[in-house]
């Protein structure tokens, strides 16, 4: 028999062969785990058509061959009978979660990036863009505290006051950061509800602008009328009435009152009023112009002429258009244009007039 001769408080050399081996044999296993990554998976991975599943592999790969050295190296310590190994299965906890919160992180990282942007490249806000980051920073956040949560609570620390303080300096920012909060959300609600697109054109309170961009907090609007940029907090313009000239389609109907002086034509007037219209860029033929004998006015025959255009952009072109063309036409048939007349008369010293 093999005399009894140890190193450390009698542990036998078998022991510490044994030890050996397990650490040498869980290297090996850790490199071939890593050779089958390199070699077959991530190979495979890069002829799909996706590279969600190269990141989700390229994320899990260092952390998986730390598990498998971390896990060889407790089982040779397992042969060892040292009187700290609780101290060290302690410290082996700790680190399996500190790797399970690392490969957590890095997969939910993946996640919502793949899937955010290609969420975010079918929208033509830009509000999307912006959130994406921020989610996937807040996700990490919430992931590391979990993590460092379990980390104290494997340590024995008590962590309940560190949760009630989380909870009372969560409130206090909420309350304090509660406009911004509103504008988030209601950015989220432009984006969900898709009111207007980055481009269109819209009408809030009688102002006619153009979307810029969607942000964040704000939304920046161009108004055409006064050239000048309006930046909006996404709460209030949330809660106004939002007409979209640029939905369903570009097309846009106009409406023009044209007056001519009693005694004047009537039908050859709509006649008139119809080719000019008719023969106006950017007016479509479907539906086509049309011209309302409107009302008899103090001064004059009113007419409302009811065209489309199939771009709303050009809308003060055709209105150029259309009235310089009138203006020609009712001269050349000798039409009048009426402007208001008030007929005085003054009473003589004797009653008369």
């Known amino acids: 028999m093999l005399p009894?001769?140890?190193?450390?408080?009698?542990?036998?050399?078998?022991?510490?062969?044994?030890?050996?081996?397990?650490?040498?044999?869980?290297?090996?296993?850790?490199?071939?785990?890593?050779?089958?990554f390199e070699n077959y998976l991530e190979a495979y991975a890069?002829?799909?058509?996706?590279?969600?599943?190269?990141a989700i592999l390229g994320a899990i790969?260092?952390?998986?061959?730390?598990?498998?050295?971390?896990?060889?190296?407790?089982?040779a310590l397992g042969y060892l009978s040292v009187p700290w190994l609780?101290?060290?299965?302690?410290?082996?906890?700790?680190?399996?979660?500190?790797?399970?919160t690392w490969i957590a992180y890095g997969i939910t990282d993946i996640l919502i990036k793949d899937y955010g942007y290609r969420l975010a490249?079918?929208?033509?806000?830009?509000?999307?863009?912006?959130?994406?980051?921020?989610?996937?920073?807040?996700?990490?956040?919430?992931?590391?505290?979990?993590?460092?949560?379990?980390?104290?609570?494997a340590l024995k620390i008590d962590i309940?006051?560190?949760?009630?303080?989380?909870?009372i300096a969560g409130i206090a920012i909420a309350l304090a950061a509660q406009e911004t909060l509103s504008n988030m959300f209601s950015g989220f609600y432009l984006l969900v509800d898709k009111p207007f697109g980055k481009g269109d054109r819209i009408m809030l309170d009688g102002e006619l602008c153009e979307a810029k961009d969607?942000?964040?907090?704000?939304?920046?609007?161009?108004?055409?009328?006064?050239?000048?940029?309006?930046?909006?907090?996404?709460?209030q313009l949330a809660n106004m009435k939002i007409t979209?000239?640029?939905?369903?389609?570009?097309?846009?109907?106009?409406?023009?009152?044209?007056?001519?002086?009693?005694?004047?034509?009537?039908?050859?007037?709509?006649?008139?009023?119809?080719?000019?219209?008719?023969?106006?860029?950017?007016v479509i033929d479907n539906p086509p112009p049309v011209v309302f004998f409107r009302e008899f006015a103090d001064c004059a025959l009113n007419f409302l002429l009811i065209a489309w255009i199939d771009n709303l952009r050009k809308k003060f072109d055709a209105i150029d258009h259309i009235n310089c063309e009138v203006n020609s036409r009712f001269e050349e048939e000798g039409i009048e244009i009426p402007f208001p007349i008030r007929t005085v008369y003054l009473r003589d010293d004797k009653g008369g007039q």
């Open 46 to 54: 890069a002829r799909t058509e996706t590279d969600l599943d190269d």
């Open 214 to 235: 969607v942000g964040l907090r704000s939304t920046r609007l161009y108004n055409i009328i006064d050239h000048t940029i309006i930046t909006m907090p996404n709460a």
């Open 244 to 282: 979209n000239l640029s939905a369903p389609d570009t097309k846009l109907k106009i409406s023009l009152t044209i007056g001519v002086a009693y005694g004047s034509d009537v039908k050859k007037v709509k006649q008139i009023l119809t080719e000019v219209a008719s023969n106006t860029p950017y």
């Open 86 to 100: 609780n101290e060290i299965d302690l410290a082996f906890r700790v680190i399996a979660i500190f790797i399970g």
């Open 4 to 36: 009894d001769i140890s190193l450390i408080q009698g542990i036998p050399y078998f022991n510490y062969l044994a030890a050996i081996l397990i650490v040498l044999v869980t290297f090996v296993i850790a490199r071939l785990i890593i050779h089958i």
């Open 61 to 75: 790969k260092r952390p998986l061959y730390l598990v498998v050295l971390v896990i060889g190296v407790r089982a």
């Open 160 to 167: 309940t006051p560190m949760v009630a303080g989380m909870g």
């Open 121 to 153: 490249k079918r929208t033509s806000t830009g509000i999307d863009d912006l959130m994406i980051p921020v989610v996937d920073k807040v996700a990490g956040i919430f992931i590391a505290a979990i993590g460092l949560m379990l980390i104290l609570d």
